[in-house]
């Protein structure tokens, strides 16, 4: 003798909910009994799930890609990288001025324009100022920085 339940005689509609039957099986066999729902049963529904979760997962996602990019950056620059010259005024070692002998007829806008002609030249003429002063005379030595 095997007892079973019978959940599709539940009535989960009403205000009231009743209890599964109880069926008695005359001859039953001695394996366990399996339990099957149906696809409408609340246990089967998947849940909804709220634009907090979704929001989570879009952020967890970005950073993943934002992590995967920066590796990706990281190991390209550093498998092409490039030797980095050290400034010899950072690195302690002491820097000999440089000089550039005035021509006639010079100016310092055009000894400027001379040593860094990608330069700014009115920043340049105003370091050249600082360094030497306003005047300058032909076959003098003009400090640049």
């Not at 860094?116 to 100022?129: M, S, Y």
């Amino acid at each position: 003798m095997a007892i079973a339940l019978d959940y599709r005689t539940l009535d989960t509609t009403g205000p009231i909910r009743r209890a599964p039957r109880l069926h008695v099986i005359e001859g039953g066999s001695a394996s366990p009994v399996r339990r099957v729902r149906s696809a409408n049963h609340p246990t089967m529904r998947p849940r909804p799930v709220s634009s907090a979760v979704y929001a989570r997962r879009r952020l967890a996602a970005f950073g993943l890609l934002v992590a995967i990019l920066a590796l990706a950056v990281t190991t390209v620059v550093g498998a092409t990288g490039s030797r980095a010259d050290a400034d010899p005024a950072v690195a302690g070692v002491p820097m000999e001025p440089q000089y550039v002998i005035a021509q006639p007829g010079d100016t310092l806008w055009a000894i400027a324009q001379r040593i860094a002609p990608q330069a700014n030249t009115a920043e340049l003429v105003d370091e050249l100022v600082r360094l030497n002063g306003d005047a300058i005379a032909a076959g003098q030595q003009v400090r640049i920085p």
